[in-house]
T-cell receptor
Framework: DSGVTQTPKHLITATGQRVTLRCSPR?????VYWYQQSLDQGLQFLIQ???????AKGNILERFSAQQFPDLHSELNLSSLELGDSALYFC???????????????FGPGTRLTVL | GDSVTQMEGPVTLSEEAFLTINCTYT??????LFWYVQYPGEGLQLLLK?????DKGSNKGFEATYRKETTSFHLEKGSVQVSDSAVYFC?????????????FGKGITLSVRP
């Protein structure tokens, strides 16, 4: 158990819908990262937050957004869902973003999204 | 940009065989390097890491050495077990701040037969 929690574990929805994925980082971790894992794209970085502020964006679609709240949990919002958005979405957290030891990321169990 | 290349899979070995999974990287600066493992139906677990050249990461009998001259971080284990069957990902973190994200290789599936 990494200490990172994600809910829900599974999500099945229809095209055009909107969903919210939730992540709670390990106690004391300030940085949260979101990744998407799909068969064709592999593991892709989506977005990073540090202490409530967005720090980096990767291959994140405009239909997707995220935020990190004052209690440091994070939510990933996916809207106007398409079949191709079906994937496993992982959240990871790290203590910080400075020293090498602080940047080690620990992953949650993931949310499997199926868009029908 | 940063990239990680892993050898093509899948790999099938007999129990107690020697394992090598190749990983090479391209990055500016001095990245930190990682191996993550994903067991069936589970999330990613950190297996080992190395943060500077010539560092050796080790855990559960697995080892990998950060080779800056060959930009490699090959994973080895002397004697694999059935329980090692999983998908293995090599990854790098290129730097601090906004560069601390992980860039992953495609992953390789290891199957160990009794």
């Amino acid at each position: 158990d990494s200490g990172v929690t994600q809910t829900p574990k599974h999500l099945i929805t229809a095209t055009g819908q909107r969903v919210t994925l939730r992540c709670s980082p390990r106690s004391g971790d300030l940085s949260v990262y979101w990744y998407q894992q799909s068969l064709d794209q592999g593991l892709q970085f989506l977005i990073q937050y540090y202490n409530g502020e967005e720090r980096a964006k990767g291959n994140i679609l405009e239909r997707f957004s995220a935020q990190q709240f004052p209690d440091l949990h994070s939510e990933l919002n996916l809207s106007s869902l398409e079949l191709g958005d079906s994937a496993l979405y992982f959240c990871a957290s790290s203590v910080g973003i400075g020293l090498a030891g602080e940047r080690v990321q620990f992953f949650g169990p993931g949310t499997r999204l199926t868009v029908l | 940009g940063d990239s990680v290349t892993q050898m093509e899979g899948p790999v099938t070995l007999s129990e107690e065989a020697f394992l090598t999974i190749n990983c090479t990287y391209t990055a500016t600066g001095y990245p930190s390097l990682f191996w993550y493992v994903q067991y069936p139906g589970e999330g990613l677990q950190l297996l080992l890491k190395a943060t500077k050249a010539d560092d050796k990461g080790s855990n559960k009998g697995f080892e990998a050495t950060y080779r800056k001259e060959t930009t490699s971080f090959h994973l080895e284990k002397g004697s694999v077990q059935v329980s090692d069957s999983a998908v293995y990902f090599c990854a790098l973190s290129a730097g601090t701040g906004a560069n601390s994200k992980l860039t992953f290789g495609k992953g390789i599936t290891l199957s160990v037969r009794p």
